[in-house]
């Protein structure tokens, strides 16, 4: 039996106990019994229940790290939107297991800090190479990096969620979309400033979605080239 339908079977039969009996009253024995497979095998397969759920993040970050590692600094908002790509497909191919996972995360607040947790590695990752790209460690740098890399990151939320609740029948299309409408709020280093001097962004937390924002923070920015 080779490792890969070991965790296969492993993750069908957590979903159908947690669907059966709950998260909280479902063990790793009976993950395994449930599996036809031993406590051993489990935990070669997975450190604890909890990874059953999740995606390999550790896997899908070094996918993502390899792809910016081949870009140059002209191409590395190419590789930046290609990245997003990679973890969106990733999604979309587990298909059932990936909506399955956010119902239950949706349920289990343990289980959704867990996830928000898993976000802050990959907005790191991002803003550590837009960081990189932008050139020197200035304080406009840097927050700039961290600005963008938050854009990156809610932007592909935003059409993953949409997708996770069937109301995305192209979700790549609109992952690309998105994208670019991200992108285009921040010009290259080194580009000339819009006459008059250029925009000043604010950066504040909100709760409101990518779709809502973005037309704002564009608006924004308009308004300011006008003065």
């Given at each position: 039996?080779?490792k890969?339908?070991?965790?296969i079977?492993?993750?069908?039969?957590?979903?159908?106990?947690?669907?059966?009996?709950?998260?909280?009253?479902?063990?790793?024995?009976d993950?395994?019994?449930?599996?036809g497979?031993?406590?051993?095998?489990?935990?070669?397969n997975?450190?604890s229940?909890?990874d059953?759920?999740?995606p390999?993040?550790?896997?899908?970050l070094?996918?993502?790290?390899?792809?910016l590692?081949t870009?140059?600094?002209?191409?590395?908002?190419?590789?930046?939107s290609?990245a997003?790509?990679?973890?969106?497909?990733?999604?979309?191919?587990e298909?059932?297991?990936?909506?399955?996972?956010?119902?239950l995360?949706s349920?289990?607040?343990?289980?959704?800090?867990?996830?928000?947790a898993?976000?802050?590695?990959?907005?790191?990752?991002f803003?550590?190479?837009?960081?990189?790209?932008?050139?020197?460690?200035?304080e406009s740098?840097s927050?700039?990096?961290?600005?963008m890399?938050?854009a990156?990151v809610a932007?592909?939320?935003?059409?993953?969620?949409?997708?996770?609740?069937?109301?995305?029948?192209?979700?790549v299309?609109?992952v690309?979309?998105a994208m670019?409408?991200?992108?285009?709020?921040?010009?290259?280093?080194?580009?000339s400033?819009?006459?008059?001097g250029g925009t000043?962004?604010?950066?504040?937390?909100?709760?409101?979605d990518?779709?809502?924002?973005?037309?704002?923070?564009?608006r924004?920015?308009?308004?300011?080239?006008e003065?």
């Amino acid at each position: 039996m080779s490792k890969l339908s070991a965790r296969i079977r492993l993750a069908d039969a957590a979903f159908a106990l947690f669907d059966e009996r709950g998260y909280e009253q479902t063990t790793v024995d009976d993950i395994a019994e449930r599996a036809g497979l031993g406590r051993t095998t489990f935990f070669r397969n997975y450190r604890s229940k909890e990874d059953v759920i999740f995606p390999d993040h550790d896997r899908l970050l070094a996918l993502i790290r390899d792809r910016l590692a081949t870009s140059s600094h002209s191409t590395a908002l190419v590789a930046v939107s290609d990245a997003v790509r990679l973890v969106l497909l990733h999604y979309v191919e587990e298909g059932d297991l990936a909506r399955r996972r956010y119902a239950l995360t949706s349920k289990v607040a343990a289980l959704r800090d867990r996830e928000i947790a898993s976000v802050g590695r990959y907005q790191r990752l991002f803003r550590e190479f837009i960081a990189d790209w932008m050139g020197g460690p200035t304080e406009s740098a840097s927050l700039r990096a961290e600005l963008m890399a938050a854009a990156v990151v809610a932007a592909h939320n935003h059409v993953l969620r949409r997708w996770l609740r069937g109301e995305s029948s192209d979700p790549v299309a609109e992952v690309d979309e998105a994208m670019r409408e991200v992108l285009a709020l921040f010009p290259a280093p080194g580009s000339s400033p819009a006459p008059g001097g250029g925009t000043t962004v604010v950066a504040f937390r909100t709760g409101q979605d990518i779709d809502t924002l973005l037309p704002s923070l564009r608006r924004l920015v308009e308004d300011g080239a006008e003065r």
